[in-house]
């Protein structure tokens, strides 16, 4: 399966394609070495829990609209916490705070954090302490910013290889419900990787490009990602794009 995909992926790079490839096992870290003949065409990006890093997955940071952000950010917290639109009490605080950090300078998830504490109430109180237990995880730097952060994913090259350090990803036959907290935000961190590949599915539509999605049954499992992957198909149906789902 991996070497079938690896395969498709290379000879429409040699052909003058472009390419994306979330890795969420790090498995193509030695590519540039042994593709000595495209070496200089390939991008890889390690996004590990360093600290020049954090930020680099924040919805706010990462999309380059500021509208596209606040949408991810919603996406990203409501799965992240569990509160759905059909939650009257906390949905409309979540939004109202997300929807003040998108209008704000410095737009970043730790910031609404900072807009619920803001508000004071136990509702409010209550969501901000759920969003702030996800930051003690050493490697959830990477999608929890301040709205500082100035580092960007480039995916410019022809080739490029998205690879996430301490990605722990859910056994294929675990439910959403039995999903651990770093399940979660690992899933989080493929939601907002192939969100991102929107982007570049709408670059150049003279190019043809691929979003390749390895172990995508990671995020094809929940409902978010599974309404992901259909945008992701419908745009590369009209941007001269393919989106690979590689899964067992």
Same mark, same amino acid.
Do not use: C
């Given at each position: 399966k991996s070497f079938c995909n690896n395969l498709l992926v290379y000879y429409s790079v040699l052909f003058g394609g472009q390419a994306v490839i979330l890795d969420p096992k790090s498995e193509r870290g030695n590519w540039k070495a042994?593709?000595?003949?495209?070496?200089?065409?390939?991008?890889?990006?390690?996004?590990?829990?360093?600290?020049?890093n954090a930020g680099l997955l924040d919805p706010f940071v990462i999309m380059k609209d500021k509208e596209d952000g606040a949408t991810l950010a919603k996406e990203i917290l409501t799965f992240l916490t569990g509160i759905s639109t059909r939650?009257?009490?906390?949905?409309?605080?979540?939004?109202?705070?997300?929807?003040?950090?998108?209008?704000?300078?410095?737009?970043?998830?730790?910031?609404?954090?900072?807009?619920?504490r803001k508000e004071n109430t136990p509702i409010a109180n209550h969501i901000a302490?759920?969003?702030?237990?996800?930051?003690?995880? #050493?490697?959830?730097?990477?999608?929890?910013?301040?709205?500082?952060?100035?580092?960007t994913i480039s995916l410019d090259n022809q080739l490029n290889i998205i690879q996430v350090a301490d990605l722990v990803l859910?056994?294929? #036959?675990?439910?959403?419900?039995?999903?651990?907290?770093?399940?979660?935000?690992?899933?989080?961190?493929?939601?907002?990787?192939s969100t991102f590949a929107l982007d570049f599915i709408n670059s150049d539509r003279s190019i043809f490009?691929?979003?390749?999605?390895?172990?995508?049954?990671?995020?094809?499992?929940?409902?978010?990602?599974?309404?992901?992957?259909?945008?992701?198909?419908?745009?590369?149906?009209?941007?001269?794009?393919?989106?690979y789902f590689v899964t067992q």
């Open positions: 042994t593709l000595p003949e495209i070496a200089e065409e390939i991008n890889i990006v390690n996004l590990t829990s360093d600290k020049e939650d009257g009490d906390k949905f409309p605080v979540l939004i109202s705070a997300i929807s003040k950090v998108s209008e704000s300078e410095h737009r970043g998830l730790l910031n609404v954090i900072t807009e619920l302490n759920h969003i702030d237990s996800f930051t003690n995880y #050493d490697f959830a730097h990477l999608l929890f910013s301040d709205g500082t952060a100035k580092n859910p056994d294929k #036959d675990t439910t959403f419900d039995e999903y651990t907290t770093i399940e979660l935000l690992s899933v989080a961190m493929l939601i907002v990787i490009k691929i979003v390749d999605l390895d172990e995508a049954w990671a995020f094809l499992n929940v409902a978010q990602g599974e309404t992901l992957s259909n945008k992701l198909v419908r745009a590369g149906r009209a941007m001269n794009a393919g989106v």
